[in-house]
């Protein structure tokens, strides 16, 4: 039975609160406030929670439940994080403060400079980005920058691979710059060929390439030295997308790799909950040749202020900064749970992180294999890529078989994406699910395989047991409707 809706509920002179008598002399509203004609609900305050109560038991969270979304990383946030996260000390912080007030703040931001800095091979680390794609738009600006500050002002061209994520053509188009296509060889790596070809085309032209390594399919570059060393003899820079980072922590180092410029994704890669819309943070590491123009200010220690081996930590610009990308210095809440996440483990937990993550998911892969076709079956990192299809069920497609997976109480994985594999299942286990969860969701999508040859209604109609069933997506993009209506007695 469903219960009645909070509108249906509604009748005049309830009120979900009781206000005490006022001690002080009552002050109008401003006219803009006041709406006659918005019929807010008229309930009591049993009515109130059980309505909210209701709506947080549909929400999906990692405090519930798997999630398998591929290049997400949508994996468990320690709660110690949050705690630190809230402490008094730095949630009444004010950016405006005196640098002698907030000496502790900055300690932590240096410190976690530092951290990254180390973590990724790089020379400099600015935090101020305030998401993983604002920090491919600062990478690519100092690229840029770069260039112009050498006297190169005819370089616009980016070779970006046909397996990189998606926001690196839209990072390009947006820095003003054209993007060059770069196709993926048989084994899921740049093709050789495609990139010697469009850097002897291009060279004088070329700003750099935006490498996303491990990329999309799950896969590390087998050639990503090589690819380096070919961009930077053209008079490339090398810009990596560290959104996949969590499968290289302790293990492999951008920097290292040849990357002149990376940004990390806190908010996936360093234990921040995410989804929604936020909140995130997209740090940028810079090689030694960058690090001049990172995004101003970042932290550093002022020798002068400094006494008795106690460090005083200022605000710095670096000389050839390309400037501020966000107001103030970046999302410290995240800065501080990211912070909490790399001491707790140190440098071993990370690399163990890493282990675990891509363990996981070559484990995931062997469950699945032979069941749903593997388009690059070869050892993966932190996730793989399978196509959404079963031999003898050709009705069926990816989404119906994510829509299934809600019916056997599972999130569904990322789906058709890369866009370089037919009805793709982008899947991601992370390093935090157990192995009893990976079988659970393994059998699950092979009982799917099975229902799709037998039955393949129950997919086509799936979700069967949700609250909704199969919604006009689409439409429902197009054409808004978010407030209860009474014709329809629905909530939309």
């Not at 010697?196 to 390594?213: D, I, S, W």
């Not at 440098?347 to 062997?366: F, I, M, Q, T």
């Not at 070869?378 to 069920?393: I, K, L, N, P, S």
Request: glycine residues 10%; negative net charge.
């Amino acid at each position: 039975m469903t219960p009645p809706l909070i509108f249906e509920l509604s009748r005049s002179g309830r009120c979900a609160a009781t206000l005490p008598e006022l001690d002080v002399p009552p002050a109008e509203l401003p006219v803009e406030l006041l709406r006659d004609d918005l019929p807010l609900p008229e309930v009591s305050e049993l009515d109130l929670v059980r309505h909210y109560t209701r709506l947080s038991q549909l929400n999906y969270g990692i405090d519930i439940g798997y999630y398998p979304l591929g290049s997400c990383t949508m994996k468990y946030n320690p709660k110690i994080n949050e705690e630190m996260a809230r402490l008094p000390g730095f949630v009444h912080l004010h950016p405006y403060q005196e640098e002698e007030t907030v000496q502790g703040a900055l300690y932590l931001i240096y410190s976690l400079q530092t951290f990254l800095a180390e973590i990724g091979g790089f020379a400099g680390v600015s935090l101020q980005p305030a998401a993983g794609a604002h920090g491919e738009l600062t990478g690519v600006l100092m690229m840029r920058a770069y260039h112009l500050q050498q006297g190169d002002t005819g370089r616009n061209v980016i070779l970006v691979p046909d397996s990189a994520h998606g926001t690196n053509p839209a990072t390009t188009s947006m820095s003003g710059m054209t993007v060059v296509e770069i196709p993926s060889d048989g084994r899921g790596n740049v093709d050789m060929a495609a990139l010697q070809a469009a850097c002897q085309e291009h060279g004088p032209r070329l700003v750099g390439m935006m490498l996303t390594n491990p990329n999309t399919l799950g896969l590390f570059d087998e050639n990503v030295a090589a690819i380096s060393e070919l961009v930077h003899r053209h008079g490339g820079l090398m810009y990596g997308d560290g959104a996949n980072m969590n499968a290289l922590l302790g293990i492999a180092r951008p920097g290292d790799l040849g990357f002149d410029v990376l940004h990390y994704n806190l908010h996936k890669t360093f234990g921040t909950p995410h989804g929604g819309g936020g909140p995130g943070s997209g740090p940028v590491g810079a090689s030694a040749r960058l690090v001049d123009f990172l995004p101003r200010p970042i932290v550093a220690v002022d020798e002068a202020r400094s006494s008795d081996g106690e460090m005083f930590f200022a605000w710095r610009d670096p000389p050839q900064s390309i400037g501020r990308v966000k107001a103030f210095y970046g999302h410290f809440g995240v800065m501080v749970r990211a912070y909490t996440y790399i001491r707790m483990l140190g440098a071993p937990g990370l690399r163990r992180v890493a282990e675990h993550a891509v363990l996981n998911a070559n484990y995931l892969l062997s469950q699945v294999r032979g069941v749903y076709p593997i388009p690059y079956d070869r050892v993966c990192m932190h996730e793989f890529v399978c196509e959404g299809q079963v031999a003898d069920a050709p009705d069926v497609r990816a989404l119906d078989i994510s829509k299934r997976l809600i019916d056997y109480g599972f999130h569904p994985p990322t789906n058709y994406f890369p866009l370089i594999v037919h009805e793709a299942l982008m899947i991601e286990p992370t390093e935090t699910e157990s192995k009893e969860t990976l079988d659970a969701f393994a059998a699950a999508l092979r009982q799917i395989a099975e229902e799709a040859r037998s039955d393949p209604d129950l997919l086509l109609q799936a979700p069967r047991q949700a609250p909704l069933r199969r919604l006009d997506e689409v439409r429902a993009a197009k054409e808004l409707r978010l407030r209860w209506e009474e014709q329809g007695q629905e909530l939309l």
